[in-house]
């Protein structure tokens, strides 16, 4: 880690879990106490590094993710959702300095990270953090982006406050170990908000003790329900733009002097006791583990589809048996998906829904939609989440023949693999694999496939002249003076 905080490297073999990545140097000496606090650790940790420090590769990837959260807001900002949330808080909140994705609309700060946090994550294609089931970067980006504007910060430094907010929301996310998501809550909104007092409190320039601080205040502030499956309501749209605000608010007051509790994460009713009630196992030594040598910001994945990532891997398989068979719906007797069990909850459950989504919404949580939409329409974009594909005869036909069964070799959290068995007709089982989701780091696209989904996004709403300009800041913002030209380009 010392390398990564004073430039001075010592080279080192070191060994890693399977998936990980680690920088070769060996840490001389930051100082960060074991038996600290968990809020402790990260706010020194946040503090201190060096923007030019952390490594070329890390800052590239979060360059690419960045990238691809913009296309996403651009294109959320031409849906209903979107029109309604930024004319809602529009209304509410008045003119301010801050513009709003897409939308001829400028905003306060907090505002105006509510709704690009919401814009972001609204059409659910926006990137994830395996092993945390975390969308990272959906409070991170706008947190990071605004609070640079507003603090005259270089676009490396929004850069670096983006990456280190990753780290904190990745670690934390992981040490629930999926249990989050088990008794109910949305850890991209409660987890998020952490990780988004640590970026807000890097660029506004709080110490230390004022980032623990924040996070102990934030506790109380971070938020997410998984009602929403019941019936496809847009809550879950605007946890991380919510969680953003609540980590600006937290470190406003934090710089303030207000207090906060030290010890979120460990205490007696810090958020994993609170939250969990030992009801899903916590492994709290992942919060701090191996700052500085291994950056989670290398294990987010990007998503090829928009839907839920559980079900990415299941689109995968479809379309590939599709394409080695020719498959036509009405040869096809029942369908089976494979899945781990800790998936089931969310894209697999209740079944009589996941068969006949009555929205986009739904369908974009439901591994049967995603299965039966690939084999019948030999793809998956945001046209075929439209009223006329949820409602094709054909799709729901498939779908009443389908169903899964829990996988216990998969490999889930890690990556969200899964296996389509088809039953035909004739007799014949077809089956077809994917062991790693497209997208994570063991199966990653590539920088052409990003820029290539991002155009796809912005042009739904930007010229292609305004949609290339606003690849290029984006790619280039390590080298920007401050973040204005990228956030004004994005303006409507």
């Known amino acids: 880690m010392a390398a990564i905080l004073s430039g001075h490297v010592r080279c080192a073999k070191l060994a890693w879990p399977e998936g990980r990545f680690a920088v070769d140097t060996l840490p001389r000496g930051l100082g960060l106490d074991a038996d600290a606090p968990i809020a402790q650790r990260l706010a020194e940790f946040t503090h201190a590094v060096r923007a030019e420090n952390i490594p070329a590769d890390v800052i590239a990837q979060a360059k690419r993710h960045l990238l691809d959260c913009l296309g996403i807001a651009l294109a959320s900002s031409g849906f209903e959702f979107g029109v309604r949330t930024a004319t809602a808080i529009a209304g509410l909140a008045g003119d301010g300095e801050h513009p709003v994705i897409g939308l001829a609309i400028r905003l306060p700060l907090r505002d105006a990270v509510l709704v690009n946090g919401t814009f972001i994550h609204g059409l659910d294609y ?51 170990q999926g249990g989050f998501h088990q008794v109910g809550f949305h850890p991209t909104g409660m987890v998020g908000a952490f990780g988004a007092a640590l970026t807000a409190g890097r660029l506004a320039g709080a110490t230390p003790r004022q980032m623990q ?150 369908a974009q949580f439901s591994v049967h939609y995603a299965v039966c939409a690939a084999l019948v329409r030999g793809r998956f974009g945001l046209d075929d989440l439209e009223e006329e594909a949820i409602q094709d005869p054909e799709i729901l036909s498939l779908m009443a023949r389908t169903g899964y069964e829990t996988d216990p070799t998969s490999r889930f959290p890690r990556y969200y693999g899964g296996e389509v068995v088809v039953e035909l007709r004739d007799g014949r089982v077809l089956r077809h694999r994917e062991e790693m989701n497209r997208g994570s780091d063991g199966n990653p696209l590539s920088q052409a496939d990003v820029e290539r989904k991002f155009l796809d996004n912005a042009r739904r709403v930007l010229s292609a002249a305004r949609a290339q300009q606003v690849l290029d800041l984006a790619m280039t913002l390590d080298r920007a003076p401050g973040t204005e030209a990228l956030t004004d380009a994005l303006s409507g």
Not at 132 to 146: G, I
Not at 283 to 299: I, K, P
């Open 126 to 176: 926006d990137d994830t953090h395996s092993d945390a089931v975390v969308h990272a970067s959906a409070s991170a980006v706008p947190t990071a982006l605004h609070m640079a504007r507003a603090h005259r910060a270089t676009g490396l430094e929004a850069l670096a406050a983006y990456v280190l907010g990753v780290e904190a929301s990745a670690r934390i996310g992981a040490a629930a």
């Open 213 to 362: 601080a924040a996070q102990g205040i934030v506790l109380s502030m971070a938020a997410g329900s998984l009602e929403f499956l019941a019936d496809g309501s847009w809550t879950k749209r605007i946890h991380p733009g919510w969680a953003g605000v609540a980590g600006i608010t937290a470190t406003a007051l934090a710089r303030g002097g207000f207090k906060g509790p030290p010890r979120p994460y460990e205490g007696r009713f810090g958020l994993f006791a609170s939250h969990l009630q030992e009801r899903a196992p916590a492994d709290l030594s992942r919060c701090a583990a191996h700052l500085g040598e291994v950056w989670e910001m290398r294990n987010v994945a990007l998503k090829p589809y928009p839907c839920c990532h559980f079900n990415h891997a299941f689109a995968d398989a479809a379309l590939a048996l599709r394409a080695a068979h020719g498959l036509r719906p009405e040869e096809i007797a029942r369908i089976t998906c494979r899945i781990h069990e800790g998936q089931v909850k969310v894209v697999c459950e209740p079944e009589a829904a996941k068969r006949a989504p009555a929205n986009s919404y739904e």
